[in-house]
């Protein structure tokens, strides 16, 4: 057995696939995290920005929520949510977005608002959207971050809430979706990123101890799988030194 | 001028059966106490308006004062789910409760349109998304000079909006700082501004990035310190994180949740 646990090597390599950033958009939970721990390893500059407001947040410990007060405390600036929506957001002057999902399909497309529980059952409520469609729509490039699992890797979604590649190569131009959508899907037994031609998602990395096997059973779709599979670096001393210290502060 | 009113006399005066209302607070500054205060005053069919329904619109859904919600995301953050909600959404429990839902950048643009004495607002994302499939307040427009297809929002004009602040003067000029939120919009696009404040001062001191909002722009004003419990007032208080850890499991049961209201809200006046 290895010395973390699968939230952490997720975590971990979310954190590292923010690399090049400079700005990064942040939702609450494993993003949240993952964005942080970047800021207290490699990349020290990132700048957060959490849709309550707060552009260039530097938190002590991890924020419960997205409004905790020290996110305000700590900013370079505070905008009104209008502001950070149409001017930071909408504009496109986020580098990355970081989503989690309910559902994901293999265009990664997102679904955080219903799903279905079968004909006997209600729909099964969730959050809802908050700001993932427009996260989704504009920032630069979008970053997810999921457990792996059929549950939530699935065919086809209940709903569609936000938009990563819609159908193929062509659907965000067509949409009028300026960020390059998806980049990576980050899970807790791999790495996927889209097919620079066709835009599925095909797994490019397992972590350390996975086999492509187990990735591919915890898959609901056929799939793709590239050439050569990387194995992601095991999380080093001071990245797991870093995160522990964050969420026990 | 706004009128200084006690917490109570305003909601009596300013809210009833069947109103469009919000309350908003992007996690800071949420007006819980006139929340709780329309729940005393057993107030029904409110149609309750806000981006994140939050751990404050559980207690007014679970109490069966909502016919609707319109909002853009129900979660309690970084917990998990909003028990009352999703019951009402699923099981129709008090009552069933329709839905209008949006994304944060709708929400807040819908508000700004309202402001803005306009019909409607325009953003970007919701294109390829199934949002517009449950909804008649979004359509599609195309921009008169580039051609290109976007989506329209209707506009939100609250019957009364309810907002949280640290400071009011006795004239009734009002001033909040920290995360504003959407608060400024969200009064604007209101026909009735119920405005509770942690304190009521001679003088207001500007403050960096403070929002202030003119009395004459606002209905009534009280004066109900810690009015944002579990929220929190930048200045006077802290976010009470383990109240909404807390209140997991206070609402994941619809006894547990009766008798919490009853005992912290009905019968504490």
Redesign the interface.
Same mark, same amino acid.
């Given at each position: 057995m290895t010395g973390w646990t699968p939230d952490e090597l997720m975590t971990v390599n979310a954190a590292r696939a923010l690399a090049g950033a400079r700005t990064c958009f942040v939702g609450?939970?494993l993003p949240s995290a993952a964005a942080n721990l970047a800021r207290r390893t490699a990349q020290p500059e990132l700048v957060l920005v959490y %849709?309550?407001?707060?552009l260039g947040a530097k938190p002590s410990r991890l924020? #419960? &929520?997205?409004?905790?007060?020290e #996110?305000?405390?700590t900013a370079d600036?505070?905008v &009104?949510?209008?502001e950070m929506?149409?001017y930071w #957001?909408?504009a496109g002057r986020i580098d990355v977005g970081f989503l989690g999902a309910a559902q994901l399909d293999r265009y990664a497309n997102i679904n955080t @608002?219903a799903v279905d529980r079968g004909p006997d059952r209600? %729909?099964?409520?969730l959050?809802?959207?908050?700001?993932?469609? %427009?996260i989704?729509? &504009?920032c630069g490039a979008v970053l997810i971050v999921l457990r792996h699992s059929t549950r939530n890797m699935v065919d086809r979604l209940d709903?569609? @809430?936000?938009?990563g590649h819609?159908s193929g190569p062509r659907?965000r131009s067509r949409?009028?979706? #300026?960020g390059k959508g998806p980049v990576a899907v980050i899970t807790d037994l791999g790495i996927l990123r889209p097919d620079p031609g066709t835009a599925e998602l095909t797994l490019t990395e397992v972590h350390p101890g996975v086999t492509v096997e187990q990735v591919r059973a915890a898959t609901g779709w056929p799939l793709k799988i590239a050439g050569t599979v990387a194995v992601t670096g095991p999380p080093t001393p001071a990245e797991l030194a870093a995160l522990r210290a964050m969420k026990a502060a | 001028m706004a009128e200084l009113a006690t917490l109570r006399e305003a909601v009596a005066e300013l809210i009833h059966d069947g109103d469009v209302v919000a309350m908003e607070g992007?996690?800071?500054l949420i007006p819980f106490a006139a929340a709780h205060e329309v729940i005393r005053q057993g107030l029904a069919d409110l149609t309750l308006v806000r981006?994140?329904p939050d751990v404050v619109y559980d207690q007014l859904i679970g109490a069966g004062a909502a016919r609707k919600l319109v909002? *853009?995301?129900? /979660?309690n953050? /970084?917990?998990g *789910? $909003?028990h009352r909600?999703?019951d009402a959404?699923?099981?129709g429990w008090p009552h069933p409760l329709e839905v209008d839902?949006? *994304?944060? !950048? /709708?929400m !807040?643009?819908r508000?700004?349109a309202g402001a803005s004495g306009l019909p409607f607002a325009v953003?970007? !994302?919701?294109?390829?998304?199934? $949002?517009a499939s449950r909804t008649s307040t979004v359509s599609t427009v195309t921009c008169p000079f580039t051609g =290109?297809?976007?989506a329209a929002v209707a506009a939100l004009n609250p019957d009364v909006t309810v907002i949280h602040a640290q400071q009011a003067d006795r004239a009734g000029n009002v001033q909040l700082w /920290? $995360?504003?939120?959407?608060q400024? =919009?969200a009064a604007l696009a209101a026909r009735r501004v119920l405005v509770t404040v942690e304190e009521i001062v001679d003088r207001l001191t500007p403050r960096p990035?403070g929002?202030v909002l003119p009395g004459w722009a606002i209905t009534a004003v009280a004066e109900v310190p810690g009015g944002a419990h579990p929220s929190?007032a !930048?200045g006077y208080s802290?976010?009470d994180?383990g109240f909404?850890?807390a209140w997991d499991a206070v609402s994941r049961d619809r006894d547990t949740f009766t008798a919490w209201i009853r005992d912290n809200i009905l019968e504490r006046p």
């Open positions: 609450i939970g %849709e309550s407001g707060a924020p #419960l &929520s997205i409004g905790d007060g #996110l305000a405390d600036a505070v &009104s949510v209008p929506f149409n #957001l909408q @608002t209600p %729909e099964g409520r959050p809802g959207a908050g700001g993932a469609p %427009e989704a729509a &504009s709903f569609v @809430t936000s938009v819609g659907d949409l009028g979706l #300026l | 992007f996690t800071h981006m994140t909002f *853009s995301w129900g /979660g953050p /970084g917990v *789910s $909003l909600f999703r959404v699923e099981n839902e949006h *994304s944060h !950048a /709708g !807040a643009n508000y700004v953003v970007r !994302a919701y294109r390829g998304t199934d $949002l =290109e297809k976007l /920290g $995360l504003t939120g959407v400024k =919009e990035g929002v929190y !930048a802290v976010r994180n909404y850890q």
